[in-house]
């Protein structure tokens, strides 16, 4: 018993001893995005153009070689890009900040 003790304490003080380091949330980009005015699901292709107007960029379509597999298409807009299942919005996503945005990064402590 005296010795899972110790141990216990050891690896506790390794533990509070190392540098403290956490991610950084990008809250900020979260909340943007719940903010963001984005296509609904379920809203077709002519109504998201309609209301966003015409997208920068149509990607090629993707799937549809088996009939288990659908059509998506994929629309770019500057702040988000559009996913469609045939003619209907399956997804709307923002797109990253910056080309070389990874995600969270450490935080630089003092």
């Given at each position: 018993?005296?010795?899972?003790?110790?141990?216990?304490?050891?690896?506790?003080?390794?533990?509070?001893?190392?540098?403290?380091?956490?991610?950084r949330l990008l809250i900020e980009r979260v909340q943007a995005g719940e903010a963001a005015q984005l296509p609904a699901r379920?809203?077709?292709?002519?109504?998201?153009?309609?209301?966003?107007?015409?997208?920068?960029?149509?990607?090629?379509?993707?799937?549809?070689?088996?009939?288990?597999?659908?059509?998506?298409?994929?629309?770019?807009?500057?702040?988000?890009?559009?996913?469609?299942?045939?003619?209907?919005?399956?997804?709307?996503?923002?797109?990253?900040?910056?080309?070389?945005?990874?995600?969270?990064?450490?935080?630089?402590?003092?």
């Amino acid at each position: 018993m005296p010795l899972r003790s110790a141990y216990l304490a050891a690896s506790l003080a390794l533990a509070f001893a190392a540098p403290a380091q956490a991610d950084r949330l990008l809250i900020e980009r979260v909340q943007a995005g719940e903010a963001a005015q984005l296509p609904a699901r379920g809203q077709s292709m002519a109504q998201v153009e309609a209301r966003f107007g015409a997208p920068q960029q149509r990607l090629e379509p993707r799937g549809g070689q088996r009939a288990a597999w659908p059509v998506i298409h994929r629309w770019v807009y500057p702040e988000f890009t559009v996913y469609f299942e045939r003619d209907r919005v399956i997804n709307a996503v923002l797109n990253r900040a910056a080309p070389e945005e990874l995600g969270p990064i450490p935080v630089q402590r003092p």
